[in-house]
């Protein structure tokens, strides 16, 4: 195995698109990209972000037939006992946006003290071949939940979510210090180096 030389996103996520291409920018590949024609709807079904992730690399790569990355990934609040986890982007139901998920989310921790507001981003970066070879890596961001959404980059959870050792929301961090040290960043790192390295 090693790192192909075309690999197809499989997202239509524009943020996941835009984040994803930045962090991989040194990987020396041809990405193929969502046209919004040919690009498969995929159910995420699985119960884990590895599972999730695998299936959109996998369908992807089996239609295209080219290897294709896909990541999955959500925020676990430990005071919710890890939800809304890999149902991150349905939390609020299945049609709902960035703004519901996070009132939400925001609704469930009000009365939680900031103390006990810790929670994660989780992310699992898979790539997945036409016949069936797979690699998964997976990486965590620590932080808070902040009741008061700060920051326009980003998206998702980001404006209110603090990492360790910064007093900025995800969404105050410039695109370079969130990919640098994001659960994101950090899972696709992992698997590229896993590609390089097989």
Do not use: Q
């Amino acid at each position: 195995m090693a790192l192909p030389s075309r690999l197809a996103l499989a997202t239509k996520n524009p943020g996941k698109i835009r984040e994803i291409l930045e962090i991989c920018a040194d990987w020396p590949v041809e990405w193929l990209t969502a046209d919004g024609t040919d690009w498969p709807e995929i159910e995420e079904t699985g119960e884990t972000y590895g599972d999730n992730a695998l299936l959109k690399a996998g369908e992807v790569a089996r239609v295209l037939g080219v290897p294709a990355v896909a990541d999955d990934s959500g925020i676990e609040v430990d005071a919710l006992d890890g939800a809304p986890g890999p149902r991150s982007a349905r939390f609020a139901g299945e049609h709902a946006g960035d703004a519901e998920n996070l009132t939400l989310l925001l609704s469930r921790v009000a009365d939680v003290s900031d103390a006990e507001r810790t929670a994660r981003y989780r992310c699992a970066a898979a790539c997945a071949w036409p016949d069936g070879r797979t690699v998964v890596a997976e990486e965590t961001c620590e932080g808070i939940i902040t009741l008061r959404p700060r920051g326009s980059g980003g998206f998702g959870y980001d404006p209110a979510f603090v990492p360790e050792g910064f007093d900025r929301t995800m969404a105050e961090l410039s695109p370079d210090e969130k990919n640098r040290i994001s659960h994101r960043g950090k899972a696709l790192r992992a698997l590229g180096e896993l590609l390089r390295s097989s």
